[in-house]
């Protein structure tokens, strides 16, 4: 399809969102690699094209907007505040075990919306606004959250160290799993080695010290008993309309109490959608939403699905963010935030099927 049509339903979404209060912005497309690699580690290696400028160092193609727009923000933007964009994002596509039949595009424009605000109503404001845009075209609203599932990670009983590596990976879920498996059996016992030899790599010594002390310490550690991962299970099975999980929820909590404040959240969430004209009933709730598919949303998380499209990406993705407001801003100073982004080829796509 030609990127003239495309552009074109960008511009639609992007005269929407201004309507809606926004201020249109443009993050630079080469961007810095050390946040980045920050943010999302060595990982990001494997998505994002990477560049070496002689004078600014290693640099990136923008693998999205939300990074730089928070960065923006946190310099010295004022609450509450609104923004939108329209461009390109470059993302490496991983073809898995085989090349497939329709390889999605490696540079694909996104039209975004994104909310800074002490506004408890933010998440149903952003999500109302999207599900406006988007209902022509007949998508399934899909919506978890990302608070629900690390309040149940914390609350495991497990050391300190065992739960901070299950929250760094809780995006993802493969490792995820192979953690849990892991502290379910009996620590492996390790011998470290003492030796005179001088210490070397990219690590400072402190460092290393400290990672064998962790290491020594979790061999003392009692495995997680199985009904946790039971319970966990339960969790992540948890996939129907609003009102239906929230009272599977809410069952749950009667033996997990430390998930009745998020559940809480999520049902005035849902008081909130109505009042905004959504029907809750024809929204999903997924326990697992942002555990499979999205980084750094440390909230709500929804995505807008087109059924029937075999391999397709999701036509709209968004949530919350807040822990990322605190880490590009100044001091540690967070700001609470949402936003999303649709792709309009996607729905351009649609539009001429």
Same mark, same amino acid.
């Given at each position: 399809?030609?990127?003239?049509?495309?552009?074109?339903?960008?511009?639609r979404f992007l005269n929407a969102f201004r309507e809606a209060g926004a201020v249109e912005?443009? =993050?630079?497309?080469? /961007?810095?690699?050390?946040?980045?690699?920050?943010?999302?580690?060595?990982?990001?290696?494997?998505?994002?094209?990477?560049?070496?400028?002689?004078? +600014?160092?290693?640099?990136?193609?923008?693998?999205?907007?939300?990074?730089?727009?928070?960065?923006?923000?946190?310099?010295?933007?004022? #609450?509450?505040a609104r923004y939108c964009y329209l461009g390109e994002v470059f993302r490496k596509q991983d073809p898995g075990d085989e090349r497939p039949a329709n390889p999605r595009d490696n540079e694909y424009l996104q039209a975004g919306f994104e909310l800074f605000a002490h506004d408890p109503q933010a998440d149903a404001e952003v999500f109302a606004l999207f599900h406006r845009l988007l209902a022509p075209w007949g998508l399934r609203a899909v919506t978890g959250d990302m608070g629900l599932v690390m309040d149940a990670v914390r609350a495991?009983?497990?050391?300190?160290?065992?739960?901070?590596? /299950?929250?760094?990976?809780?995006?993802?879920?493969?490792?995820?799993?192979?953690?849990?498996?892991?502290?379910?059996?009996?620590?492996?016992?390790?011998?470290v080695a003492q030796s005179a030899a001088p210490w070397a790599g990219l690590r400072t010594r402190a460092e290393m #010290?400290? +990672?064998?002390?962790?290491?020594?310490?979790?061999?003392d550690?009692?495995?997680?008993?199985?009904?946790?991962?039971? +319970?966990?299970?339960? /969790?992540?099975?948890?996939?129907?309309?609003? =009102?239906?999980?929230?009272?599977?929820?809410?069952?749950?909590?009667? #033996?997990?109490?430390?998930l009745a404040p998020a559940i809480r959240r999520i049902d005035d969430r849902a008081g909130m959608l109505a009042d905004l004209g959504v029907a809750p009933e024809t929204v999903l709730f997924d326990a697992s939403h942002g555990h499979r598919t999205m980084e750094y949303y440390d909230g709500f998380t929804f995505s807008?699905?087109?059924d029937g499209r075999t391999g397709w990406p999701p036509i709209a993705t968004g949530g919350r963010?807040?822990?990322?407001?605190?880490v590009l801003g100044r001091g540690g100073r967070a700001i609470p935030a949402v936003g999303g982004i649709i792709r309009p080829g996607l729905v351009a796509e649609l539009e001429t099927a």
């Open positions: 399809m030609p990127k003239r049509d495309k552009q074109a339903v960008g511009q912005v443009a =993050p630079d497309i080469l /961007l810095p690699a050390d946040t980045l690699l920050d943010l999302y580690g060595e990982d990001i290696r494997a998505r994002a094209y990477t560049s070496s400028d002689p004078l +600014r160092g290693e640099m990136m193609l923008r693998p999205d907007f939300t990074v730089p727009v928070v960065q923006m923000h946190m310099a010295g933007g004022a #609450e509450p495991l009983p497990l050391s300190e160290a065992r739960r901070d590596a /299950l929250l760094h990976h809780v995006w993802r879920p493969k490792r995820f799993g192979r953690l849990l498996a892991r502290f379910s059996r009996p620590a492996a016992r390790r011998n #010290e400290r +990672r064998m002390a962790r290491l020594a310490a979790d061999q550690a009692a495995p997680l008993d199985p009904a946790w991962i039971a +319970r966990l299970d339960r /969790l992540f099975a948890i996939s129907a309309a609003m =009102p239906k999980a929230l009272g599977e929820l809410t069952d749950l909590s009667r #033996e997990w109490p430390d807008f699905l087109a963010y807040d822990a990322l407001t605190a």
